[in-house]
T-cell receptor, first 114, second 109 residues
Framework: DSGVTQTPKHLITATGQRVTLRCSPR?????VYWYQQSLDQGLQFLIQ???????AKGNILERFSAQQFPDLHSELNLSSLELGDSALYFC?????????????FGEGSRLTVL | EDQVTQSPEALRLQEGESSSLNCSYT??????LFWYRQDPGKGPEFLFT???AGEEKEKERLKATLTKKESFLHITAPKPEDSATYLC??????????FGAGTILRVKS
């Protein structure tokens, strides 16, 4: 158990809909990262927050947005969903930045768009 | 363009049969290279961080090494419980972690 909690574990929805994925980082971790993992793309970095502020941005679509709240939990919002958005979405946390490389990953939220 | 390439894509070993996984990279502003292990349906689990060419790290049956262009994950006398997908990732300037596609390792008893 990494200590990172993601909900929901599974989500099935239709094209055009909007969903919110939630992440609670490990106790004491200030950084939260979101990754998308699909069969053909591997693990793709989406976005990082550090203590409530956006710190780094990857290949995150404009239809996706995220935020980190004062209690450090984070939410990833996916809107106008398309079939290609079906994937595993992972949240990871770390104490600070990536300097040690040790990210703690949650078990992921599996999104299926029909 | 930044690239992280892992080979082979899949590897089948007999228990006790040692081998190596490769991770080659072309990344500007490399700050570190990391190895993770991922079991099916789980999130990646951190194994090692390597910062400079010549550096080596060991953990049980695993040893990671780093050169200027690639990293190797050596598995000595593997056991079935070592079966997993092994991911390497490079930390580049700008605080981004770029992952390779992974090597799926299966160890048969």
């Amino acid at each position: 158990d990494s200590g990172v909690t993601q909900t929901p574990k599974h989500l099935i929805t239709a094209t055009g809909q909007r969903v919110t994925l939630r992440c609670s980082p490990r106790s004491g971790d200030l950084s939260v990262y979101w990754y998308q993992q699909s069969l053909d793309q591997g693990l793709q970095f989406l976005i990082q927050y550090y203590n409530g502020e956006e710190r780094a941005k990857g290949n995150i679509l404009e239809r996706f947005s995220a935020q980190q709240f004062p209690d450090l939990h984070s939410e990833l919002n996916l809107s106008s969903l398309e079939l290609g958005d079906s994937a595993l979405y992972f949240c990871a946390s770390s104490v600070g930045t990536l300097s040690t490389g040790e990210l703690f990953f949650g078990e992921g939220s599996r999104l299926t768009v029909l | 363009e930044d690239q992280v390439t892992q080979s082979p894509e899949a590897l089948r070993l007999q228990e006790g049969e040692s081998s190596s996984l490769n991770c080659s990279y072309t990344v500007s502003g490399l700050r570190g290279l990391f190895w993770y292990r991922q079991d099916p349906g789980k999130g990646p689990e951190f194994l090692f961080t390597l910062y400079s060419a010549g550096e080596e790290k060991e953990k049980e049956r695993l040893k990671a090494t780093l050169t200027k262009k690639e990293s190797f994950l050596h598995i000595t006398a593997p056991k079935p419980e070592d079966s997993a997908t092994y991911l390497c990732a490079v930390h580049k300037y700008g605080n981004k972690l770029v992952f390779g596609a992974g090597t799926i390792l299966r160890v048969k008893s």
